[in-house]
């Protein structure tokens, strides 16, 4: 057993509004600059959508993450050798327009236009030429689109989908849609630091942020094809590949990473896992159906003596072991079994995940004789001739929650490889947990309904309190559990301290006071 | 006259060398973030296909071609007392030199009339592009003019070359040299001078050890297991990343 610490995350989906604040608080601070005008290393996408860079789930198109090959895995499009084959040029790239071009607008000439018939307008230049030109895409410009055969209909998840499914989810008066928002996973098996030639990419071994060393860096733009998640961006002005780096610098003093702190639905929950370093190449290699359970097998107790001693001798800080015993993140993830991570089939082993959101899954389908209402209808009334009768009620969903209006075979493709026991099982805890409290608080159900709901699920009533608490309750401090950095090493990430010793301060870093002669 | 060669084949080659190998360690050391190959294939991805693939595979193909007769002479000459075996080095140089002239001359007309590239194009790009341009016309030129260079550049070359190597400049044959070859050993060395200042500087920093490094990197900010042990001078390792 190798214990490692994790810094991971946790994104409550239901409870994301899809207000983008945290994509605005990540760019104001790393990204706006020339040359990562176009990247979001936090977005936020519209499900089902098309995404940011366009179907970049396709990994026929985009050839990210690992597949198997023979026995173990390999990298799908980069790897030993394509990486050095292809490095003249490589034929996944995507390039910028798959994602957008950065724009901005003309708005002097709003002021300085000479007088005349017309209204002066503000015309859209890129940012990258400064010539005028025609936006055809933004970063999140199927925001809320969530009907359009342009968008939602090519999201690459629909594909397991039977047409009837597809269909039944796009009519108009079923059509739901939920935020999915997105950062780098800081995967345990990374795809991006396995194709880097340079070797410029690593994960940092006391706390799992994976880092791109800007100095190594050389342009060979592997990782941008190898994440799965294209989450590796390519600087076209530096030449040099950047990503979200976890706000490793708030992290270190103690704050929450930017998106994370000014989430306003306070979704985000970031907090310590410790697991077994000497599983990873095992579990990344398993069946596809087993890839998820056994990533959570991997997560280990950080209550069990045995890996609390694994883990001081393997150097890592008591505060550590004990910020992971408060985590939400092993709350959700492994005590309650609540959250899933996204498209584990790319096989990264993603150490972000998600509670999938069960509000547009809410309201069961079933058919029922509308005709004597239709009929009873004026004719100018605009109706639709289907006989489906949506059932809103909490209670009645429970039994027949594979009947959802939101098939669960889509969640499923997205967060546990298609497996749609698993989802299903999440889902019906967050819905026991739902009855339970509305037992409580408005006493409307009856107790044999929610006892049986719980016990199905395998939850206690105490359980259920806790993760309503952790839900919906939770402070600042309990959605964000961050373990003392150790600022006398940290430091020593950024600057050996030993080069220093002895010069004169005030910033003069090399020059040592020297008598004159 | 002779001071004039003498200056291009004994002391600039001196100068170039050295500007290569105290520039490019300097910038490593020192600049390390601005050594990078500068890819524009995220602007402009499928016209680059047609340059920078025969550019870099010609130049990578001819540059050995060079090389080999300069550090092996001898087994170059034996090779070549063989008339068709001399053939296919000459043929393939030509063929190759002209896949790098095609491949450079699309990566400019790329550069120039692509916005985008235009947008990240530096003057010392194109100093670059027209100091090879220049290089590589005179190579073909060669190639073709001056014919069984695959036999007078190690008969002829390889001994300058050498004697440079070995601090002994003998610089006879050179002088004696047509000017069109003359310009293209002083064109090899102004590339070599230019490297550090360039981003020619890419090609010192190939990732061969890609291919034999384990595909995960993991960094400690210290000896994990050390830290914890009071007796260890705090400063006994470096950390890796820094
Ligand atoms: S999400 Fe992508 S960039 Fe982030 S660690 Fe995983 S493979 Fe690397
Ligand atoms: S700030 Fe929070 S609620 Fe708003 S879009 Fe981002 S994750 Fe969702």
């Known amino acids: 057993m190798d214990v490692r610490s994790q810094i991971s995350m946790v994104f409550h989906l239901d409870k994301c509004i899809g207000c983008h604040t945290c994509s605005i608080a990540c760019k104001n601070i790393w990204t706006d600059r020339k040359g990562a005008e176009y990247m979001w290393w936090n977005n936020v996408e519209t499900k089902p959508g098309t995404g940011y860079p366009g179907k970049w789930e396709d990994q026929r198109i985009y050839k990210g993450g690992w597949e198997k090959k023979g026995d173990g895995i390999d990298l799908k499009g980069a790897g030993k050798p394509q990486s050095l084959t292809n490095i003249f040029h490589n034929p996944h790239m995507p390039v910028i327009d798959d994602y957008y071009e950065p724009f901005t607008y003309k708005y002097l000439d709003l002021i300085e236009s000479p007088a005349g018939d017309d209204q002066p307008t503000a015309r859209p230049i890129s940012m990258i030429t400064g010539e005028p030109m025609d936006i055809k895409m933004g970063p999140n410009w199927d925001d809320d689109l969530s009907g359009t055969p342009d968008y939602a209909r090519k999201d690459p998840n629909l594909e397991k989908l039977s047409p009837a499914e597809q269909e039944a989810m796009f009519q108009m008066e079923r059509m739901a849609f939920f935020y999915l928002p997105r950062i780098c996973n800081h995967c345990l098996n990374p795809a991006c630091v396995a194709s880097c030639p340079s070797g410029a990419i690593y994960k940092r071994g006391e706390d799992g942020v994976v880092l791109i060393n800007q100095s190594v860096c050389r342009a060979w733009r592997m990782c941008v094809t190898a994440c799965p998640y294209k989450k590796s961006y390519y600087n076209w002005n530096t030449g040099k590949s950047e990503k979200c780096i976890l706000c490793y610098p708030r992290i270190e003093a103690g704050h929450a990473p930017a998106c994370m702190h000014s989430c306003v639905g306070r979704i985000r929950y970031l907090g310590v896992l410790l697991y077994d370093a000497d599983r990873i190449e095992d579990v990344a290699s398993a069946d596809e159906a087993e890839v998820v359970s056994r990533q959570m097998d991997m997560i280990l107790d950080p209550f069990d003596p045995p890996v609390i001693e694994a883990a001081k001798q393997n150097g890592i800080a008591d505060s550590t072991i004990d910020a992971a015993q408060y985590s939400p993140t092993y709350k959700f993830v492994k005590r309650w079994n609540l959250a899933l991570p996204l498209h584990p089939e790319f096989r990264t082993l993603p150490m972000l995940f998600y509670v999938p959101p069960l509000l547009p899954v809410m309201a069961s389908v079933t058919k029922a004789d509308n005709t004597a209402q239709s009929a009873g209808m004026n004719p100018i009334a605009k109706h639709w001739p289907d006989s489906w009768l949506y059932d809103t009620s909490t209670a009645a969903l429970f039994g027949t929650i594979d009947e959802a209006r939101f098939p669960l075979q889509y969640m499923a493709n997205l967060f546990s490889a298609g497996d749609t026991a698993k989802v299903g099982d999440r889902l019906k805890k967050l819905m026991a947990v739902r009855l339970h409290r509305r037992r409580v608080t408005v006493g409307d159900v009856a107790e044999d309904t929610v006892s049986e709901a719980l016990a199905t699920t395998g939850l206690t009533p105490q359980t259920a309190d806790d993760i309503y608490y952790l839900t919906s309750l939770a402070q600042f401090d309990d959605r964000f559990v961050i373990p003392a950095a150790h600022r006398e090493q940290a430091l020593e990430m950024m600057e050996f301290a030993g080069d220093v010793k002895g010069n004169t301060g005030f910033g003069f870093k090399n020059a040592t006071a020297e008598r004159g002669s | ?242």
């Open chain 2, 1 to 242: 006259m002779n001071a004039l060669n003498t200056f291009l084949f004994v002391a600039f080659p001196y100068v170039a060398v050295i500007v290569f190998v105290v520039g490019v360690i300097y910038r490593y050391r020192q600049k390390g973030f601005t050594v990078s190959s500068l890819s524009s294939q995220f602007l402009e991805g499928r016209q680059l296909f047609w340059g920078t693939v025969p550019f870099h595979i010609g130049l990578l193909v001819v540059f050995c071609g060079h090389f080999i007769a300069f550090v092996l002479p001898q087994a170059n000459l034996t090779w070549n007392t063989i008339p068709i075996r001399l053939l296919i080095l000459e043929v393939t140089a030509l063929v190759f030199g002209l896949t790098v002239l095609v491949g450079l001359v699309s990566l400019m007309y790329r550069r120039l009339t692509n916005a985008r590239i235009r947008a990240v194009t530096t003057k010392m790009d194109i100093a670059v592009e027209l100091l090879l341009l220049a290089q590589v016309v005179l190579g073909c030129w060669i190639a073709l003019g001056f014919r069984w260079g695959a036999s007078w550049f190690p008969a002829s070359l390889s001994p300058y070359l050498w004697s440079l190597v070995k601090l002994t400049p003998e610089t006879g044959a050179v002088f004696a040299l047509p000017w069109v070859i003359k310009l293209h050993i002083v064109g090899a060395f102004s590339i070599v001078f230019m490297v550090p200042f360039t981003r020619l500087v890419h090609f010192v920093v190939a990732p061969l050890n890609y291919l034999v490094r384990p595909y995960q990197q993991v960094m400690w900010n210290w000896d994990r297991t050390a830290i914890r042990d009071p007796s260890a001078p705090w400063s006994k390792a470096r950390p890796k990343n820094n």
